[in-house]
């Protein structure tokens, strides 16, 4: 009997033994590897740049040769890259830099997991010269956690071929717009004239932009969505009319993502559509065909003028953990200030976020550039940089609310009512 | 479904008897040396059932642990507990949304589909078992290749087909004049559900084609012989003899299968809408996902999984119960 309980107490330790290494395996991983003889670990997000091995060696010589240190650079899948950060920050193994969503930075530095960067900024006298809409969405609690790097901006892209044979010209109001589809539908009548997706939030924003309307705004500690104010709702209306009352979109759009979008587009059914400024490359490679064959035009106000986009790319941060804090800065202003991060955005496809950086690009005549830098700079906005609008992309409150529109289930009012009932309930942290 | 208990009142009768026998093992004479003989086993077992208790355990007491606590990104980063006693379970239990949309979509599924799957799976069986060799192995190569193909893969390939712009479904109805626009199919709850069902039970029935299979084997053929010499019709035998002998086998599937059904995620979550957009098709496993991980709510999360635990365990409990009954009579 004595016997048998102590094997079996050594085998209980064993197991825990076994439990604690396992643990340690899995967590070792991480960050922290390098400190103390000289290196800086950096996660950077795979997918962004098809050349980013070579680019990463050339700033590895750079950086060594500024700081001596060695830049040890791990790429992550963005698809995992969130529930990598949540563990590591539970784990304390996150790195000493990474590439951070602009939509996480808020909610990272929210756990405390991120190192403010405002004394660094000023101290390299950059401080103006960072693009608007990414300093908004890096900023938390009145400081600025995410280093703006790139990003990219959503904008009309339309089929040149159909506009032409059409006869119309790339809409620059509302009624405009409408006149096009319309001309559009008439010629094809099988083709999509416009492209209304249902489940793609970053496409409906700029019509709420556009006639005036805000997506949520903060007043003390209080954030208000007012996707149901009249404005707002003129924009949702105008934008879920299009595919409701004329017609001009499709039945499957309603459940639609970018994606689709895209794809239907590079088929050559799409007159136009709200698309992102990386995404011809992608249209070109899905169909040959298409190249030459569409271009752009900033997304048009209600009156003319330029509607606000949202500007989706990623910060540098900093994270707490990171022993050397000067260190881990030269590498962020060696990335997202001059030489390479003119180099990451050209390679990308992305627009840089340092204003000095895109004199050049505005200067550009290509119709699938131009249009995007007007937008990227006039016509840029951030969504609420609130930790919690994570939680409400994961709960797909607009695409809901999109849906809900075009499937005909509730009319304009309801829908952006729920909507803005529910944003306003999750950005304040309640369920 | 044929594996459903005949008579509650005779089997309900006979259960206690059956209990006490059961435990009669135990119960005869606590003298020293057979309690010494009764421990026996349960000291050989104590190493794999201490790794048991931590590997398995020890996860469970965590994520009941986390059930009491609004655990979110702020509390894994400074590791301080925050303890809310029982206020993610009665968050969870008055939230309108789970009675009537998620547990009704959870549950009606399950039920269809467990059903489908089963029925479904024995039809395919008992095709296999009436084949000669070769046609046997084309069919199950086939079936196994349902089988082989990834969740995500099969749902993928499912919303193609009914897609409404490019469909191959939409198309047909449209050149057979049955329908004039495309409709969008995944808008709907039911349509929306309809798919799932045809994706998971075309994904499910493999399993049970090829387990059945294994027991209709098992079947004596004299007991069938003898039955058709009887005069007892193909029907007749099948429901008098075969299903009789297969009630083990048919227990481990619909267990089996209720559990997988309850829980399916991937083949909602994928499907055009069903990742949340679309409110009326959300079901436990979507629903869950996007209150806990997607709101970073850990504790809610947790309290969900263990609230489905539980009730997967009773479900359970119930099933084996009236099987082992069954058996004892």
Known sequence: ?431 | MTAQAPPTPRSSGQAPAGAGRAAGGWSGGWSGRARAAAARPWLLLAPALLVLAVLLLWPLVRVFLFSLQDYGLREITTGEPNWIGLRNYTEILTAPELWTVVLPNTVGFAVLSVAGTVVFGTAVAVLLASLGPFWRTVTSSAIMAAWAMPAVTGTYVWVWIFDADRGVFNDTLMNLGLLDDPTNWFTGRWTFYAIVLLNVIHHGFPFVAVTVLAGLLGVPKEMLEAAEMDGAGAFRRFFSIVVPQLRQVFAVVIILSTIWDFKVFAQVYLMPGGAGSNRSVLNLGVWSYVESFGQNRYGFGSAIAVLLTLLLLAITAVYVRTVLAEEER
């Open chain 1, 1 to 431: 009997m004595n016997r048998a309980m102590r094997r079996s107490v050594a085998a209980a330790t064993g197991a825990v033994l076994l439990a604690a290494t396992t643990a340690a395996c899995g967590g070792g991983s991480g960050g922290d590897s390098g400190e103390g003889d000289g290196a800086l670990s950096v996660w950077i997000m795979q997918g962004t740049n098809p050349d980013a091995d070579d680019f990463f060696d050339e700033v590895a010589a750079a950086f060594e040769e500024e700081t001596g240190a060695t830049l040890d650079v791990e790429f992550v899948e963005w698809g995992d890259a969130h529930d990598r950060f949540v563990t590591s920050i539970a784990g304390g193994t996150t790195p000493d830099v990474a590439e951070t969503g602009t939509t996480w930075t808020p909610e990272f530095a929210d756990a405390g997991a991120l190192a403010p960067l405002d004394e660094h900024v000023s101290g390299a006298g950059v401080t103006d010269d960072l693009v608007e809409g990414l300093v908004e969405a890096g900023t938390y609690d009145e400081q600025l956690y995410g280093m703006p790097w790139y990003a990219g901006v959503r904008s009309l892209v339309y089929n040149t071929e159909m506009f032409e044979q059409a006869g119309v010209e790339p809409p620059t109001t509302w009624d405009e717009l409408e006149e096009a589809a319309a001309a559009l539908k008439e010629e094809f009548p099988d083709k999509i004239a416009v492209a209304v997706p249902g489940d793609a939030e970053f496409t409906v924003y700029p019509w709420v932009w556009g006639a005036g309307g805000e997506v949520a705004t903060l007043e003390g500690d209080t954030w208000t969505s007012h996707l149901d104010s009249p404005e707002a709702q003129e924009g949702i209306g105008f934008w879920t009319g299009l595919a409701t009352e004329g017609g001009y979109s499709s039945e499957g759009a309603t459940t639609w993502r970018e994606t689709d979008v895209l794809d239907a587009f590079a088929a050559g059914d799409v007159g136009m559509a709200v698309m992102g400024s990386w995404t011809p490359g992608a249209i070109v490679e899905a169909n040959a065909d298409m190249e030459g064959k569409f271009a752009a035009v900033p997304i048009p106000g209600q009156d003319g003028g330029i509607a606000p986009s949202v500007l989706g790319g990623s910060h540098l941060s900093m994270f707490e953990t990171a022993e050397d804090k000067d260190l881990a800065w030269t590498f962020i202003e060696m990335m997202t200030t001059g030489e390479f991060a003119q180099k990451w955005a050209e390679q990308s496809g992305y627009f840089p976020g340092q204003v000095s950086l895109l004199d050049e690009t505005l200067a550009s005549t290509d119709p699938l550039v131009a249009p995007f830098a007007e937008q990227f700079v006039d016509g840029g906005a951030s969504v609420p940089a609130a930790p919690t609008y994570g939680a409400v992309q994961a709960k797909l409150t607009t695409s809901t609310m999109m849906q809900s529109i075009l499937s005909g289930e509730q009319d304009v009012a309801t829908a952006s009512a729920a909507a803005a009932e529910e944003m306003t309930s999750v950005l304040n942290g309640a369920g």
